[in-house]
């Protein structure tokens, strides 16, 4: 902990020969101090129950060892910030940066190393405070070329560093390392999948025992930022990052959050104008109406549906289907991926219609959407015409079942209790499910 500071204090740059060299001497001088305590607790004590079987004991100079392992590099990230000084042997990840704690609470921080060096150069106190400005808006001074090139090479941070230099880094202290280390290799944004490949292979071919990659901005919700703090999206409510995505030639913004391991996507705000069709189609329940409204780009955002007459039993919830089908096409969720969904779930009252089979309302939408989207009446994608007679076979065992038990109501078995016709509510009569208000048989 403190690495990159003593670097500052050196005038020495962490990407270098001489950064390199000294990080080695360094961590040398670490174990070697570590090792020799521990060789003399051991003739103290006695090594380590399973010592035997350990590096130490191997070759023709064994080594009588107390401990097993003793040195590591952990993080240290909230200590070191504590003590304002750098974490673990991460270079700075910034010369000013806000940290943000869980219950969204900022903590503004200025590398008191490079304050200082400023001072000590003799920079005027107009020209300090321009400089801290440019620092605490961008992170960096690597683009103020008017500044002194040792300077700028002194003073580099996590993200002036590429990746490379990052994994040499790791590699020189684990020489001198028991165990794994904790170090970030950073990334900027346009990072490819060679870029992150690439980083693993360096790491592995260099002894690393780990090796952790992290793509700048590839979270919505980031400790650590540059900038002000007004642009940060807070721990405590929704997330504000959002990426555009093209369709149709308008932008559309999709908002994206992480809670613990789950992703958040909230949908897209409606346009005010859409446009679609509406298609009637024929149900065990009744005509259904369904309408499929699209963006310029004719790609399906929301849909409504509605049962003919007062809808009776069925109409909330197929207007619940609705909206979270809607809800789901404005995140951006494929029309295919719903269509797969909802084809094919059965209900008790199918029907054969010039489209097909219907098995069910969110079948009978599935279709719809299906057809909505290739553009013309598709075929019969519904049941086998040996599928269709033994649904047809479970409707009659359903109705005989509803007429040796005449103390349950239809609803209880599937049926809408409501006539598809009038709206009235219909009876079990002879096996069959008729409404005595305007003559509907379920039979006829």
């Given at each position: 902990m403190g690495f990159a500071d003593m670097l500052y204090k050196m005038g020495v740059k962490y990407n270098s020969e001489e950064g390199y060299t000294l990080a080695e001497k360094v961590m040398e001088t670490i174990q070697k101090e570590s090792h020799k305590m521990?060789?003399?607790?051991?003739?103290?004590?006695?090594?380590?129950?399973?010592?035997?079987?350990?590096?130490?004991?191997?070759?023709?100079?064994?080594?009588?060892?107390?401990?097993?392992?003793?040195?590591?590099?952990?993080?240290?990230?909230?200590?070191?910030?504590?003590?304002?000084?750098?974490?673990?042997?991460?270079?700075?990840?910034?010369?000013?940066?806000?940290?943000?704690?869980?219950?969204?609470?900022?903590?503004?921080?200025?590398?008191?190393?490079?304050?200082?060096?400023?001072?000590?150069?003799?920079?005027?106190?107009?020209?300090?405070?321009?400089?801290?400005?440019?620092?605490?808006?961008?992170?960096?001074?690597?683009?103020?070329?008017?500044?002194?090139?040792?300077?700028r090479d002194t003073f580099v941070t996590s993200m002036d560093i590429d990746p490379e230099s990052h994994v040499r880094m790791q590699a020189t202290f684990q020489k001198h390392v028991d165990n794994s280390i904790s170090k970030t290799i950073n990334m900027p944004n346009e990072a490819t999948v060679e870029d992150v490949k690439q980083a693993y292979l360096d790491a592995w071919r260099l002894g690393c025992k780990s090796c952790t990659v992290y793509r700048d901005g590839s979270r919505t919700i980031q400790v650590l930022n540059v900038g002000d703090e007004k642009n940060i999206t807070k721990t405590t409510e929704a997330p504000k990052a959002k990426s555009e995505l093209e369709t149709g030639g308008e932008k559309e913004v999709r908002v994206e959050a992480t809670l613990g391991e789950r992703a958040i996507i909230a949908p897209k705000e409606r346009p005010e104008?859409?446009?679609?069709?509406?298609?009637?189609?024929?149900?065990?329940?009744?005509?259904?109406?369904?309408?499929?409204?699209?963006?310029n780009a004719g790609s399906p955002q929301e849909v409504f549906a509605m049962l003919g007459k007062t809808g009776g039993y069925f109409q909330e919830q197929t207007e619940a289907i609705c909206r979270l089908i809607s809800l789901g096409l404005r995140s951006h969720i494929s029309p295919e991926y719903i269509i797969k969904h909802l084809k094919g779930i059965r209900g008790p009252m199918v029907t054969m219609t010039t489209r097909g089979t219907i098995l069910s309302l969110p079948d009978a939408i599935g279709k719809i959407m299906e057809e909505h989207l290739n553009n013309n009446i598709r075929e019969n994608v519904g049941l086998s015409e040996e599928e269709v007679m033994v649904a047809a076979q479970e409707s009659v065992a359903r109705s005989e079942a509803l007429e040796s038990d005449s103390g349950k109501s239809v609803a209880e078995y599937g049926y809408m209790p409501g006539c598809p016709e009038c709206g009235s509510k219909i009876v079990m009569s002879e096996g069959c499910v008729e409404c005595p208000s305007c003559g509907y048989s379920r039979c006829g």
């Open positions: 521990s060789q003399e607790l051991a003739k103290e004590k006695g090594e380590f129950p399973n010592w035997k079987l350990s590096v130490f004991a191997k070759g023709e100079k064994k080594v009588k060892m107390r401990n097993a392992a003793l040195t590591t590099v952990a993080p240290t990230g909230s200590i070191s910030m504590m003590l304002d000084t750098s974490s673990g042997l991460e270079p700075n990840f910034a010369l000013a940066y806000v940290k943000q704690d869980k219950d969204a609470q900022f903590y503004h921080y200025l590398n008191e190393h490079f304050k200082n060096e400023l001072e000590n150069r003799k920079f005027s106190d107009k020209e300090i405070e321009a400089i801290k400005k440019e620092v605490v808006d961008r992170g960096s001074i690597q683009h103020l070329t008017y500044l002194p090139q040792d300077l104008t859409l446009s679609g069709k509406t298609y009637k189609v024929k149900t065990g329940y009744g005509n259904l109406y369904i309408t499929i409204n699209d963006d």
